[in-house]
Each structure stands twice: as structure tokens, then as C-alpha cells.
């Protein structure tokens, strides 16, 4: 009997990533399927005369070279984590630990340190109880108040907007978007991780790095393969030895074709799955419910080409505090040269969404 099938549905760098952790152990025959024509979903890059133009991740790494995402991609096997750098996948630290500018001066800090020292004293002395503050897990009642105003307790307004512009920057969402026991997560991580890294090569870099190591064991990345239903195996004679019978739909052709699989891991979003689901599987009311009305985050990226008129000297993501839109940006050239062409440099601006019209935002610019 051979290994059971597990097929992963999108391939962005979750998907990715799953499908690389199931791939290592050696146990499933995995295959990712991918209804784009080019795989990283928001975690890549198309090149534009020489610049490498994100498709929505903008470059950076944002809990550097001891968060969690790190561990993961370049941790040891023995310690959870898929050894990328044996593909070539490396992070490089920024040139500083964070920036904002405030009255039309940059300033840079090298260390979570020397960003306090922006700030009240009061903010540092407060720090500790933030970091020592346990929100590995939502805060049932307490979560009725909004971060902002879990924030509003301990610090003061010139801290809370500039922590305000990294989340919006790095997470397209605004403290009071968020229960407090999330906002309270995100300042750890930030405060305990160390400087960010740019990916060598941006992002792609660690997309070929995942699509590597699956070629090197043995699974398949399929791209331009739309997934269109899932069934139970029993539905079709060739799918019945298998738990889902999942029909997939080749980009030009018109007819989907059956795959069995005994397992799936879906990557390509909560309303989306509940689609592809037929009626044979039932799904809790309150799940459903918690789907329909979950709102997605929106968030949008500017490039533009630098060559003489460049704000400062170096690639630490450049918190802009009280703007209505923007939360920072980032010039990424200066930690890794090759994401524009020689002499050039790239910056990337990022803002939150408020709504799901983003042709609007674009054209508000």
C-alpha cells in the first residue's frame, strides 16, 4: 500500500511551508495545487525593469532572525524547522533596528533601547509590564477593550501612535482594530525578536527555497490548477480508496478531473474552502457564522524608484506616525543591493485598507 495523499490547496508561503513540514517526514505523497500561474501568492516578487516588485509582502522579515518565523524557515529539522539554508535561503538584518520621522527629522534607533528613548520615561518604565504580560491566548472579557485603549493605560499618546504605525505598517491593521490581547502579542514579538531581516533575493528567495526542498522530496507544486469541489472519496469509482474526492480544473480546459486524497490542508481562505465543500460535509453553524461575518485584512503597497533624493541612509522600516493612511515604509535596497537595478534604490510604502475597495485607495494614491 503506498503513502497516504495529502494535497495542498494554494501556494502561498503557508501553503508552502506545510506542504515542505508534511514533504520532510517522509510519510505523505504531497502535492500542492495552485490556481495562479506562479506560485508565493502574496510572498513574492515579478520583476519591472530590474526592480523586484512585491506582490504584497514588502520585503522584510519583521521579528528578524529570532522570531518565529525565522525558526521556521532556517531552524534545524531536530528543532521543528525546515533548513532552508541548505537552499540558499538567508536573512539579512537591517541596517537599523527602526525609524520615524517627527517634525521633518529621521531618526534611527539600533535596539528596542534606543527607541525608548524617544519617548516619556514613563514608557520605559511601563515596557516591562507589557513584556511580562501573558497573551498567548485571547483574553475573553478583558478583550472587550480595543488595544488602543488596553494601551492608553500605561503609555503615552507619542508611543502609542508610533507602535500604531509599525502595526498598520506591518500588519495592516490599527490598534483599535484589534482586542488587546493581540496588540499586547504583537509589541512582544517586536520588542523581544531582534532587528528585521530582508530575505537575500526578497521574497522569492524563500519561495524558491520551499520549492527546492519539495522537489528534492519528491512532491509536486502544480500551478494554473483551479480547485473547483470537494467531495467525499466515495463519489467517484477512482477516488473511493481515498477520504475526498477533490475536482480540479486545469487553466484552458473545460472539464475538472477527480484526485482522491486522505488529507488536506487548504491555503487559500476560510470562505473560499466552505465554496469548494459540497452539502455531503456539515459544518457547524458557528463556524460558518464566525466566517461570514470575519472581515479580511486589506493592505496596500507603493513602490517607487530612488536614485539622488533618498529620505536616509538605510534599510530600517521608517515608522510615519499619525498619518490617515500610511503606517511607514521601507528602502530595502540598502541591506540587499539586487532588488534594483545598480545605482537605483526602492522604496515601499504600506497602509491599512479601511474597506474593501481598494481601487478607490489607489487612486486616492
Not at 508534511?22 to 526592480?51: I, K, M, P, W
Not at 494601551?151 to 502609542?160: A, E, G, H, L, Q
Not at 461570514?292 to 515608522?319: C, R, W, Y
Amino acid at each position: 500500500m503506498g503513502k497516504p495523499k495529502a494535497i495542498v490547496i494554494g501556494s502561498g508561503v503557508g501553503g508552502l511551508g506545510a506542504a515542505a513540514k508534511l514533504a520532510q517526514t517522509g510519510q505523505f505523497n504531497v502535492s500542492v495545487y495552485e490556481r495562479l500561474a506562479f506560485a508565493g501568492g502574496r510572498f513574492t516578487q515579478h520583476d519591472h525593469d530590474g526592480f523586484q516588485i512585491p506582490t504584497g509582502a514588502v520585503h522584510m522579515i519583521p521579528h528578524g532572525l529570532r522570531g518565529p518565523f525565522a525558526k521556521l524557515m532556517l531552524g534545524k529539522k531536530s528543532a521543528g524547522g525546515l533548513d532552508l539554508g541548505r537552499h540558499g535561503v538567508e536573512f539579512l538584518p537591517t541596517s537599523a533596528y527602526a525609524c520615524q520621522i517627527k517634525n521633518n527629522k529621521v531618526m534611527s534607533a539600533n535596539s528596542p533601547l534606543g527607541i525608548m528613548k524617544w519617548f516619556p520615561v514613563i514608557n520605559a518604565l511601563n515596557l516591562p509590564r507589557l513584556l511580562a504580560t501573558r497573551a498567548n491566548k485571547p483574553w475573553g472579557e478583558r478583550d472587550l477593550n480595543n488595544g488602543k485603549l488596553w494601551m492608553k493605560k500605561y503609555f503615552t499618546n507619542d508611543f502609542i501612535d508610533f507602535m500604531d504605525a509599525f502595526s498598520n505598517f506591518a500588519v495592516s491593521l490599527r490598534f483599535d482594530q484589534m482586542p488587546a490581547s493581540a496588540v499586547v502579542k504583537i509589541m512582544q514579538n517586536a520588542f523581544w525578536s531582534g532587528r528585521p531581516c530582508v530575505p537575500k533575493s526578497g521574497c522569492k528567495g524563500i519561495i524558491d527555497g520551499l520549492r527546492s526542498d519539495l522537489k528534492e522530496n519528491g512532491a509536486r507544486v502544480k500551478l494554473s490548477n483551479e480547485v473547483m469541489e470537494i467531495l467525499p472519496g466515495d463519489a467517484e469509482e477512482s477516488t473511493k480508496k481515498h477520504r475526498f474526492c477533490i475536482g480540479i480544473r486545469r487553466r484552458g480546459r473545460e472539464e475538472a478531473k477527480w484526485i482522491g486524497a486522505d488529507s488536506i490542508i487548504y491555503n487559500g481562505g476560510h470562505p473560499n474552502l466552505l465554496k469548494s465543500l459540497s452539502d455531503d460535509f456539515e459544518i457547524d453553524s458557528e463556524i460558518t457564522s464566525k466566517i461570514e461575518n470575519t472581515q479580511a485584512v486589506g493592505g496596500i503597497g507603493f513602490v517607487f524608484s530612488l536614485d539622488e533624493k533618498i529620505p536616509h541612509q538605510n534599510s530600517g522600516v521608517t515608522m510615519i506616525p499619525n498619518l490617515e493612511r500610511v503606517g511607514g515604509y521601507v528602502i530595502p535596497t540598502f541591506t540587499e543591493p539586487s532588488l534594483a537595478p545598480e545605482g537605483k534604490h526602492m522604496m515601499i510604502t504600506h497602509q491599512f485598507v479601511p474597506d474593501d475597495n481598494i481601487q478607490s485607495e489607489i487612486v486616492k494614491g
